[in-house]
């Protein structure tokens, strides 16, 4: 993103009294892989400018020094097309002239998990080594706003400087401050006050350089003291080397006495700067004081989020923890799960995930978390599998992907003998098929050509296939399971009758049957350890699910902690008593892909025209109830009157789901979006008034107010994002991909100490038609492009989900519990893994990470609380290694974790 006007910072500066400013010149280019143009387009760009770089250093001594912007996925992509220069890049890397990482590639740091951050970074460490080794510098300079473990994350890298730019509040009036994480760890970082691109374009002309600096100095006055150093980023996106860069630095040089200026790199730069008298932040920047956050990006095309975490979610907590913990360590999937993280970290870049890019780039980048998805989903099956082949014991065993005991809601397929129980809820039967029937040839062969392997269905497996002869003809027998099997000789059975029928056609053919009688039920599973498995055992269900009421007067979901009731007038629901969750309230966006501006002549849709309440599943397990509303929103903003035009008719169906012993809903929103340039929210009351909000955030909680500091270029709106979950006045959202929300209705509280909140508003969808706009309410300068776009109107099938809950409940647990469900592998027995167990205890801390590095189990654990914890592991032993892998000490059974921290477990075989 190209670096906004710079900031009207203070008074004109003092070059009197012989002080010699230095200047640092940093020459480097920000390279946006994929934006308003799609990758392979800036990849011909890209080896363009890297051919002239490669040319003008080597030719070239006054030439110094390079930034490769921070990333090395641009080299990759170089070097993907130019093989060749490789040597020619280590070369320059070694020499300290060209600089390369420490990131893979520059991303959005809020709209990504956590593990996806650290991953990105260990990633490109590991690659930089190949060039002698990565820039020893936190480099941020366009990310919109900062997480507030950051510094930590750099920290545990070994990086003690960092480079930013967005999101530095008003409180630092300095180009540097001091900046710390949540648990007290701390970077020096540079702050970039007019961006990444204030020495742009500088003037070939030595005399027009030094006006230009004198005119620099002047207008950032205010953030320099006397002598302070200045330093001068020499490009921008895209930009190519200015050719004439060092010779025109020693003619200003030699010009005059003010400045003294080195073409230099930032580790050099920084290394000669001091921490001493400087201001601390702590926490997260998110300010747009002096440059834009751009914070609409978290609800621009809602799909990619959704894309996102179901990608990291497949990755991070089904396919590394259980192929870690349940296959062999010789066969750790090092290479998928390799390819399936390239792909997410190349999608968590700023503009592939904020998708304020052209259609072409966000089409790409749906892929891309398909393909990595797919990868996930397939290592999780084989990791189920292998539980299933190493069981004891014949039937459904249940796999717990979290760290945390737990039970929960199982769907599983079990013979069908005798009663059911009163503590299951049978979804459908299907009766046995025991018997033969004889056929000709021709039928056969038609029957069994339509079976692609083992599966019959989703429900129905050949388990057993057999082939006899006898002189009265052929008998074929088939053994149905609900479960598939491994090594059933399917094909090959086919292939010897297809050749017996092919020289006898004539042959009588017996086809037999045997499938017992089975049922499909859902259940609620017993507890299962963390990292463990348990042989399928129905709970007896000490809360059941009641559906009760009409669908003319209302319908009430209750398991006795929670009644969910549906208002057939309004469409609404209440949670024990609290009315009006779920008000979907609709209103025009005349903004970009990265903000929201409302229209000047705004038309707000809250109530729907009619509602129709559908009664679905009644218990005991889970009951179910669907809100059918139908609205007439505006079907777009007109440019000319800048108001919300036209009309259409929307069918919107709301989904509510309880379980039984659970205490949070499940609320699923489904509807074809026909409207353009609109925003819809769904409204959330509290329970009780709230001044603040909790958000999970990389490896924390971020507490939030109810305001958000900005300025007339960027109004300072109090959207805020969120990981999966958030809390405010009692009440615990944990979403999908539904990253924005906002605390409304704010009044004075009933005490008088301030301004409070009385409800949440969740974002499900936000269309827009432009890329970036000019002239908007809440942003009037571009933020990029102005190219009309289709995509994020997101015309079509919109689909989200979220649960609420107004009790006391964890919500890192909470989240567990909604987005990674228990997991259900069929067995056939004949292992040696016993009915119930663990295969790694995880105490006192939240786990991010399970996986294996160089043969070794590695686990990544964060604290999220105020205090500290003791982190048990049982029965282990290992060492606490940072982020590049380097021990930092020994552990035995256990080690203590500070507040807010980060650690990094490398356990012994």
């Not at 491994?486 to 092919?502: A, D, H, N, Q, Y």
């Not at 009385?758 to 009037?780: D, E, H, I, Q």
Request: net charge negative.
């Amino acid at each position: 993103m190209s670096p906004q006007p710079p900031a009207q910072a203070g008074g004109p500066g003092d070059r009197t009294g012989g002080t010699r400013r230095s200047i640092a010149v940093v020459p480097h280019t920000h390279w946006d892989r994929e934006w308003y143009a799609p990758f392979q387009t800036y990849r011909l760009k890209l080896v363009r400018l890297v051919d002239e770089l490669l040319d003008l250093m080597e030719s070239d001594t006054l030439y110094g020094h390079f930034l490769l912007d921070g990333q090395l996925a641009v080299v990759d992509d170089y070097l993907e097309i130019r093989p060749e220069n490789e040597p020619r890049l280590r070369a320059l890397a070694a020499a300290g002239r060209l600089t390369v990482g420490p990131w893979y590639i520059l991303m959005d740091e809020f709209l990504v998990s956590g593990e996806t951050i650290v991953r990105n970074l260990q990633q490109g460490i590991l690659r930089g080594s190949a060039f002698g080794g990565v820039m020893e510098v936190g480099y941020l300079p366009d990310m919109f706003g900062h997480v507030a473990q950051m510094p930590q994350i750099l920290d545990q890298a070994g990086l003690a400087h960092a480079v930013v730019w967005r999101g530095v509040p008003s409180a630092v009036d300095r180009t540097a401050f001091v900046w710390r994480a949540p648990d007290g760890s701390s970077v020096r970082a540079e702050y970039l006050v007019a961006g990444y691109g204030n020495g742009a374009a500088l003037p070939e002309d030595a005399k027009q350089l030094v006006r230009r600096l004198g005119s620099m100095e002047d207008e950032f006055a205010s953030f320099l003291r006397p002598g302070e150093p200045m330093l001068l980023m020499n490009g921008s996106d895209h930009l190519r080397p200015q050719p004439w860069l060092g010779r025109v630095v020693a003619e200003a040089n030699a010009l005059q006495d003010d400045f003294d200026l080195a073409v230099t790199s930032l580790s050099e730069y920084l290394a000669s700067t001091s921490s001493d008298g400087l201001v601390e932040w702590r926490g997260e920047l998110r300010s747009g004081v002096r440059s834009n956050v751009l914070m609409g990006v978290a609800s621009n095309r809602v799909d990619v989020k959704q894309a996102a975490a179901r990608a990291e979610r497949s990755l991070e907590q089904l396919a590394e923890p259980l192929s870690a913990l349940f296959v062999p360590a010789e066969r750790w999937p090092a290479p998928f799960l390799d390819l399936a993280w390239t792909l997410v970290i190349r999608n968590s870049a700023h503009d592939s995930i904020c998708a304020c890019s052209a259609d072409d780039v966000v089409d790409a980048v749906l892929h891309r978390y398909a393909e990595a998805r797919h990868v996930g989903e397939g290592l999780t099956e084989q990791a189920l599998a292998a539980v299933g082949r190493s069981m004891a014991a014949p039937g459904p065993v249940v796999v717990n992907p979290s760290s945390h005991g737990r039970g929960g809601l199982v769907d599983v397929i079990v013979p069908a003998i005798g009663d059911p129980g009163p503590d299951v809820q049978v979804l459908s039967e299907r009766s046995g098929m025991p018997g033969t029937l004889t056929l000709d040839g021709e039928t056969v062969r038609n029957m069994l050509g339509l079976l692609q392997g083992s599966r019959i269905d989703d429900e129905a497996y050949i388990t057993d296939v057999s082939l006899t002869e006898d002189e009265t003809g052929l008998d074929v027998t088939l053994v149905i399971g609900p479960e598939p099997r491994e090594g059933v000789p399917v094909e090959e059975v086919k292939r010897e009758l297809f050749t017996i029928l092919t020289a006898r056609p004539e042959t009588e053919v017996r086809l037999i049957v045997d499938q017992p009688p089975v049922r499909r039920l859902l259940a609620r599973q017993e507890p299962v350890p963390g990292f463990g498995w348990s042989r399928f055992d129905p709970a007896a269900l000490a809360h059941p699910v009641r559906l009760e009421g009409d669908e003319g007067t209302g319908l009430t979901l209750a398991n006795g902690l929670l009644t969910v009731a549906v208002d057939p007038a309004t469409g609404t629901f209440a949670l024990d008593g609290i009315r009006g969750f779920g008000r979907l309230v609709d209103g025009g966006d005349h903004g970009d892909t990265y903000n929201y501006s409302p229209p000047s002549r705004d038309t707000v849709v809250d109530t729907p025209t009619s509602v129709v309440l559908v009664a679905g599943e009644r218990g005991p397990v889970r009951g179910t109830v669907d809100i059918v509303s139908t609205y007439g929103w505006p079907e777009f903003v007109d440019g000319a009157t800048h108001a919300r035009s036209g009309s259409c008719e929307v069918t919107v169906t709301t989904s509510l789901e309880l379980r039984a012993d659970e205490s949070a809903v499940r609320v699923r929103t489904r509807f074809v979006n026909p409207s353009r340039d609109h925003r819809l929210r769904v409204h959330l009351p509290l329970p009780a008034p709230a001044a603040t909000s909790r958000a999970e955030c990389a490896f924390t909680v971020v507490e939030r107010g109810l305001v958000a500091e900005g300025r007339d270029e960027e109004f300072g709106l109090p959207t805020f994002p969120s990981r999966r979950f958030v809390s405010a006045g009692g009440l615990t959202v944990v979403h999908e991909g539904l990253l924005e929300y906002e605390l409304v209705d704010v009044d004075e509280s009933a005490d008088g100490s301030g301004p409070v909140a009385s409800t949440l508003a969740l974002t499900l969808l936000r269309a827009t038609g432009m890329l970036s706009r000019v002239g908007m309410t809440m942003r009037p300068l571009p933020a990029g492009p102005m190219d009309a776009l289709d995509g994020p109107q997101m015309l079509g099938p919109v689909d989200v989900r979220y649960a609420l809950c107004v009790s006391d409940a964890d919500p890192y647990d909470l989240a567990a519990d909604v987005l990674v469900p228990l997991l259900v592998s069929g067995s056939f027995g004949g292992g040696d893994r016993p009915g119930r167990g663990t295969e790694l205890t995880v105490e006192g801390a939240r786990v991010s990470s399970v996986r294996r590095r160089s043969g070794a189990l590695e686990v990544r654990v964060f604290n999220p609380t105020d205090a500290a914890t003791t982190v048990a592991l049982a029965g282990l032993s290992g060492w606490l290694v940072d982020l590049r892998g380097r021990p930092v000490s020994p552990f035995e059974g256990a080690f203590t974790l500070r507040p807010h921290g980060i650690a990094t477990a490398r356990l012994d075989a």
